[in-house]
């Protein structure tokens, strides 16, 4: 990989005095500067702004800015390198690489690593894929976007069993602010359920109701809560639902 990179001695000397020299961090580091400053400006472009990604496929691509780029950045996996192409298609960044990135776009563009996940975030919901936008709301410490994704897709989550991932992302979020949303009172009340602590849930999900902020959040809630009580051969359970 040094040597195919072209660069003169004097040039990699004075860039690794700079770098932990002596180090393997260091001289990993140069290795992954040099090989990125001899891609092309576009796939630079998609390299930085996708860093923050798991892994990358076509489809989250083609909604994306950097869709050009994509036969560019497969052809840069297949090497195995910094990049390794998956089974399935998809584009996953070494670790290593990946932190040089993560580095070079604070760097370079003055964007801090918490923005770019929150913009990341907002396009996997544009994809479909939540509870990977969720993850990446968390790490950006974006309350208000996890919020907006629990309001949005919290039950459809817990339907289909990732009441885990939401559980995750509401973790991050300030206990006071959590407190007055309606949906992260409601993921609590169902996990304490899920637990067979009951009485805890019943408490949760009565100020779930309270905190809801429409009508239409506050019924599903109480539909969820009325359940409950009627798998537990409660009668205020049938009374809840017939009230919604």
Do not use: M
């Amino acid at each position: 990989l040094a040597f195919s990179l072209g660069t003169s001695l004097p040039q990699w000397i004075e860039r690794l005095k700079v770098l932990r020299p002596g180090s393997a961090e260091g001289l990993y580091a140069f290795l992954a500067e040099q090989f990125f400053l001899q891609c092309g400006k576009p796939l630079q472009e998609l390299l930085l702004n996708t860093c923050v990604f798991t892994t990358i496929d076509e489809d989250l691509i083609a909604a994306s800015p950097w869709r050009d780029s994509w036969p560019a950045a497969q052809q840069l996996a297949s090497d195995g390198r910094l990049l390794s192409l998956r089974h399935d298609g998809s584009v996953q960044l070494r670790d290593l690489f990946r932190d040089f990135l993560e580095r070079r776009l604070e760097e370079q563009s003055g964007v801090a690593i918490q923005d770019a996940c929150s913009v990341a975030a907002g396009l996997l919901e544009k994809c479909g894929r939540i509870s990977d936008a969720l993850r990446l709301y968390a790490r950006a410490g974006n309350e208000l976007g996890i919020l907006h994704l629990c309001e949005r897709h919290g039950f459809r989550l817990v339907d289909e069993g990732r009441l885990e991932d939401l559980q995750t992302a509401i973790s991050t979020i300030e206990d006071a602010t959590a407190a007055q949303n309606g949906v992260a009172l409601a993921v609590r009340a169902i996990a304490e359920s899920n637990a067979g602590r009951d009485d805890i849930a019943e408490s949760w999900f009565l100020h779930a109701i309270e905190k809801a902020s429409t009508p239409l959040l506050r019924a599903e809630i109480a539909y969820r809560y009325g359940l409950e009580l009627v798998r537990h051969a409660r009668r205020d359970g049938i009374e809840l639902l017939e009230r919604y």
